[in-house]
């Protein structure tokens, strides 16, 4: 029962901490925060040649793991502040009281933006000389480059790299080009209490219900049609959503993934043959097919049915 497990941690991500051997607590809200932007920053590395772990460190800090007034109203994962901006601005109290910053329609276009910002301003200049791999350098020069005022800046930095090991994105080939590109189609306008964090299972990807929730509003959320969201999930787009139900972005696989080769799975209490076929992220009918059933079959507490 993976699944379960994880939708039970993701309930709790925003309270719990994790203790990392000889460097102290992770704060599992900046892990999910990771997991969920660490493509992003990986594809502006490799447009820009800026190490995804200084992006992912300054979203960090800069929008406390995107829960900021100026991340959650103003896709704002970076703090810059207007500077001759002529796009949509948000105001918040920093060095100043009611200082302009920046405003954007998606986390995608901040990104962006901090990756031109560094990029084509003479003042980041040097920075480009350094290794993408350098992120003791990077965080030293912005400092002294003067994008933050804080005089622990470089060391709040390093320090989030190191405790998160994001140095590891400096090394990376490639990224998830669903992950990356989902942050510029998603509507925040539909997700006030925050987007529904995305998950990979069996070559797909999925978010999980909360209350209120509908297909309608998922799919406003998402920029997936809600017909077509509802058809991946083998259901109509009418369908009643309850909290916890898995909603797969894309076609679910005809079989689970290769590691439940052999490995049939146990029906226990108060499963559906439907509860199941989502668990795994395959199709309802393989389901059936594969254990040579029908719909109008029941299933037993204890009973073994092939996955794969």
Request: proline share 2%.
């Amino acid at each position: 029962m993976r699944f379960l497990r994880y939708i039970v941690f993701t309930l709790v991500l925003s309270v719990a901490f994790i203790k990392v051997s000889g460097q102290g607590m992770q704060n599992a809200a900046y892990l999910l925060y990771i997991d969920q932007y660490k493509d992003l920053a990986i594809e502006q590395m490799q447009r820009y040649r800026i190490p995804a772990s200084i992006t992912l460190a300054q979203g960090l800090f800069e929008s406390r793991a995107g829960q900021s007034r100026l991340a959650t109203v103003g896709n704002n994962h970076f703090g810059i502040k207007c500077h001759g901006w002529k796009g949509r601005s948000i105001n918040a109290d920093d060095d100043a009281l009611g200082e302009c910053f920046r405003a954007y329609d998606s986390a995608k276009q901040s990104y962006e933006d901090h990756s031109r910002f560094l990029r084509n301003n003479t003042r980041y200049a040097s920075l480009f000389q350094l290794r993408e791999t350098d992120y003791k350098g990077w965080a030293r020069g912005l400092k002294a480059c003067g994008y933050a005022t804080n005089p622990r800046y470089a060391d709040n930095i390093i320090n989030l790299i190191e405790l998160y090991h994001l140095n590891v994105y400096d090394h990376a080939k490639g990224y998830d080009h669903f992950m990356a590109d989902r942050y510029d189609a998603r509507n925040h306008d539909y997700a006030p209490t925050g987007f529904h964090p995305i998950t990979k299972c069996n070559k797909n990807y999925y978010i999980v219900a909360r209350a209120g929730d509908s297909f309608k509003s998922l799919s406003k959320e998402t920029g997936i049609p809600r017909r077509k969201l509802a058809k991946y999930n083998e259901r109509d787009k009418n369908d009643v959503l309850h909290a916890g139900d898995i909603i797969y972005l894309e076609k679910k696989q005809k079989k689970a993934s290769k590691v439940f080769k052999n490995k049939p799975h146990v029906v226990k209490a108060g499963e559906s043959m439907y509860s199941i076929a989502q668990m795994y992220g395959m199709r309802l009918k393989n389901l059936y097919k594969m254990n040579h059933m029908s719909p109008d079959d029941g299933i037993t507490v204890g009973q073994q049915l092939r996955v794969r």
